[in-house]
């Protein structure tokens, strides 16, 4: 593994259904984020972990839940899914939450609803 | 509330130089990134401003005036890889990101 990984690629799901989406990096970076992408907005954040065993909410956490049970994986589940989650999932992760340390980005879920 | 504006779309011609302009509003501010997106794929850091002044980088700079709550990204000697959306993303006082929309630019030849 070379960076962030995210799996699936994209998914299409139906409405009510449990839903997973894996997130591993290999960077030991401490801070890991969730993001959510939607035409003509910018991107979201859904939840956060700034260290493992630690997790936060972000703007738009409801109906989804993660787990940082190391550093490496920061899993992102959808207990029911439904329509308007229907979205760009990004994974994003960061060495440090200070300084000019930037966020690399994972190459997305695209995951439908319906 | 938090807000973060950008045009929503651009057009230059491939050679030329574009501005693309940020302003935000956020509750505190450490720090704006710049972020490239080409269509389909993940977003990429471009730079990082915290002080006030102009941060070169090749053919890409960023400036920052803290004052006026503005941004700016200058792309010169445009090519067509540099289509893309450019994102501008704020770090506010709890340390997240606050993202604006991002700017569509599309380069012609």
């Known amino acids: 593994i070379a960076g962030i990984t995210q799996a699936p690629t994209s998914q299409i799901l139906a409405a009510g259904r449990r839903m997973t989406l894996r997130c591993t990096q290999d960077?030991?970076?401490?801070?890991m984020y969730w993001y959510r992408q939607d035409l003509g907005l910018g991107l979201r954040l859904i939840h956060y972990s700034n260290t493992a065993g630690t997790t936060g909410k972000g703007e738009v956490p409801d109906g989804y839940s993660v787990s940082r049970a190391n550093t490496d994986d920061f899993p992102l589940t959808l207990a029911s899914a439904v329509p308007s989650q229907t979205s760009v999932y990004f994974c994003a992760s960061r060495l440090g939450t200070s300084g000019s340390n930037e966020q690399f980005f994972g190459p997305g879920t695209r995951l439908t609803v319906l | 509330g938090q807000n973060i504006d950008q045009p929503t779309e651009m057009t230059a011609t491939e050679g030329a130089i574009v501005q693309i302009n940020c302003t935000y509003q956020?509750?505190?501010?450490?720090?704006l990134f710049w972020y490239q997106q080409h269509a389909g794929e993940a977003p990429t850091f471009l730079s990082y401003?915290?002080l006030d002044g102009l941060e070169e980088k090749g053919r890409f700079s960023s400036f920052l005036s803290r004052s006026k709550g503005y941004s700016y990204l200058l792309l010169k000697e445009l090519q067509m890889k540099d289509s893309a959306s450019y994102l501008c993303a704020v770090r506010d006082s709890n340390y997240q990101l606050i993202w604006g929309a991002g700017t569509k630019l599309i380069i012609k030849p």
């Open positions: 960077m030991r970076h401490n801070a």
């Open positions: 401003n915290v």
């Open positions: 956020t509750s505190g501010f450490n720090g």
